[in-house]
């Protein structure tokens, strides 16, 4: 049995679901972080696919552009959030409006 292209494209709508679904449920910060980093996993995966696809390198170009974006969203996203979690232990996504100063 071969692994097409297909199947990649399902796994891809498979995790991008599993993340979209974990954000809307999930309220802890860094949960609701991984699931975000999850979907653009996902969205990278499905780029590498087609670009295998139609023989184009463009896709795999986007894909380094969106993890150099996922890396810096991880730097940024992830001092917010050990911000907040060591001033109130047990924060939720609610919990936002301590940004306010």
Do not use: H
């Not at 796994?11 to 609701?32: D, E, H, K, S, Y």
């Not at 463009?58 to 992830?78: D, K, N, P, R, Y």
Request: overall charge neutral; charged content about 15%.
């Amino acid at each position: 049995m071969e692994v097409t292209g297909t199947w990649y494209l399902v796994l891809a709508a498979m995790l991008f679901t599993i993340g979209a679904v974990g954000l809307l449920i999930r309220r802890n910060p860094l949960v609701m972080f991984m699931c975000v980093e999850l979907m653009l996993n996902a969205v990278n995966l499905t780029f590498v696919t087609f670009a295998r696809m139609l023989d184009d390198v463009g896709g795999q170009s986007v894909v380094f552009f969106v993890l150099v974006i996922a890396a810096v969203e991880v730097v940024v996203g992830l001092a917010i959030i050990v911000a907040i979690m060591r001033r109130r232990p047990g924060a939720t996504a609610d919990d936002i409006a301590l940004l306010k100063g």
